[in-house]
């Protein structure tokens, strides 16, 4: 990537001020916002949650979207009770999950796929939406190993619908049993309200439904992470 510009803020001296720090890096034509309201937050993890920013974003923009925004607010907000959220080029997350699980890095992974994804409401289903997530925390992931964080086996009794990383492994597997380019389509589809149940059939030349009986019947897949 080109140079990059920092631009640092010291803590907010008001008492009235929303945030207790807040300081901006660009690099490679992305900016990243990164706001704290907790003045406990650790200036490691923000910096390991900035370099997974720039070492993510890029790469998941490049094949999905380049069209994305360029400019993402991180948000570290102790009033915040789940692990992560994103809307509007907002990712907000828990300092007491980031301090429990520090090694969680691709949590942003996760988040800013969302950004890139930028599906108009009602696009198409939400197991989808996360799924996909998903599938681009395993593929572009940094730190998933450190982070105990993977794939889960299949079991009796999962569908599709269970979203998440359920979905994110049948992707794998779609790819990895003649349909490598069925994320990136389906992906298109979402963004471009081009989406519907047919999709599938046009992309592989079996439904949904026929894809995850395939699948259930033999769900092995190659795994790698980084």
């Known amino acids: 990537m080109g140079p990059h510009r920092r631009r640092a803020g010291a803590p907010v001296a008001s008492a009235r001020s929303p945030y207790a720090a807040k300081d901006s890096v660009t690099k490679g034509g992305y900016t990243l916002v990164f706001i704290s309201k907790d003045s406990t937050f650790s200036a490691a993890t923000k910096q390991r949650m900035t370099d997974t920013f720039f070492a993510v974003y890029p790469r998941e923009a490049k094949r999905f979207n380049p069209r994305t925004l360029k400019r993402i607010t991180f948000v570290i907000d102790p009033a915040y009770d789940g692990v992560a959220a994103t809307g509007n080029g907002v990712a907000t997350y828990s300092p007491k999950w980031l301090l429990a699980h520090p090694e969680d890095l691709d949590v942003v992974t996760h988040e800013v796929m969302h950004v890139v994804q930028a599906y108009p409401e009602d696009s198409c289903p939400g ?93 092995t897949v190659q795994l790698a992470y980084h």
């Open 127 to 219: 197991w989808l939406t996360e799924g996909i997530a998903d599938y681009a925390r395993y593929a572009y992931g940094v730190n998933n190993v450190a982070g105990h964080w993977a794939l889960p086996d299949y079991k009796a009794g999962q569908q599709y619908t269970n979203s998440y990383r359920v979905v994110a492994r049948f992707l794998v597997w779609l790819e990895q049993h003649g349909h490598p380019n069925v994320v990136t389509a389906l992906d298109r589809a979402a963004r471009n309200r081009t989406y519907t149940a047919g999709i599938w059939k046009q992309q592989t030349g079996h439904t949904l439904d026929e894809l995850w009986a395939s699948y259930v019947a033999a769900p």
